[in-house]
């Protein structure tokens, strides 16, 4: 008799143990918390734990998705992939105004810790904060790098390389050595 009493027991508090833990599962994972950051945030979606909003998002056809949240959700919308907050605006006059009153807010982006010694200590176009440097840095590169006198000048040079590089892919196929066409143009590039 002492026995199935030991049994009994052992059952219910495997069960106070599982509920316990769907408890607190429960509320760390899927309560809403009162406070967020102490700022009003447009409406969201609801959201998974870890992913956030990244299940909405997966998806061939983006464009689609996030048309169907805005209808659904309105104009401005608050979503979270992983730890990344994002602000959503799917109105053009919104997003007029948002980039008329606040463009130095929108336009700053935020550097990686190793900014200094891995970018050269934010000299280029994309760790450069936004101000008159990086308007010239991309007038310079538009202009300059990307323009038609530019692309007109590499205009051998890319002939020639994708001649070479039909000609290199070619070969082997015509010799049918399949597998090591692949290697050879992974080396190559």
């Given amino acids: 008799m002492a026995a199935t009493f030991i049994v009994h027991f052992e059952n219910g508090f495997i069960f106070i143990i599982i509920c316990l833990f769907s408890f607190l599962c429960y509320y760390?994972?899927?309560?809403?918390?009162?406070?967020?950051?102490?700022?009003?945030?447009?409406?969201s979606p609801p959201s998974?734990?870890?992913?956030?909003?990244?299940?909405?998002?997966?998806?061939?056809?983006?464009?689609?998705?996030?048309?169907?949240?805005?209808?659904k959700y309105?104009?401005?919308?608050?979503?979270?992939?992983?730890?990344?907050?994002i602000l959503l605006v799917s109105s053009a006059s919104i997003a007029y105004e948002i980039f008329r009153a606040q463009d130095m807010n929108v336009s700053t982006r935020n550097l990686p810790t190793n900014e200094g010694s891995l970018f050269f200590g934010s000299s280029g176009?994309?760790?450069?904060?936004?101000g008159d440097y990086w308007k010239f840095i991309k007038k310079l590169i538009t202009t300059k790098l990307l323009g038609p006198q530019a692309l007109e000048r590499s205009?051998?040079?890319?002939?020639d390389e994708m001649s070479c590089q039909r000609s290199f892919s070619w070969r082997p196929s015509c010799a049918s050595r399949?597998?090591?066409s692949g290697s050879q143009f992974s080396k190559r590039i």
């Fill in 178 to 180: 399949f597998r090591s």
């Fill in 28 to 43: 760390f994972f899927f309560k809403k918390p009162n406070d967020s950051l102490g700022c009003d945030l447009p409406p």
């Fill in 125 to 130: 176009l994309a760790t450069a904060s936004y």
């Fill in 155 to 159: 205009r051998g040079v890319r002939a």
């Fill in 74 to 85: 309105g104009p401005i919308l608050y979503l979270r992939v992983l730890i990344v907050p």
């Fill in 48 to 71: 998974l734990p870890i992913i956030g909003h990244l299940h909405l998002l997966l998806s061939l056809l983006i464009h689609k998705s996030l048309h169907k949240l805005s209808s």
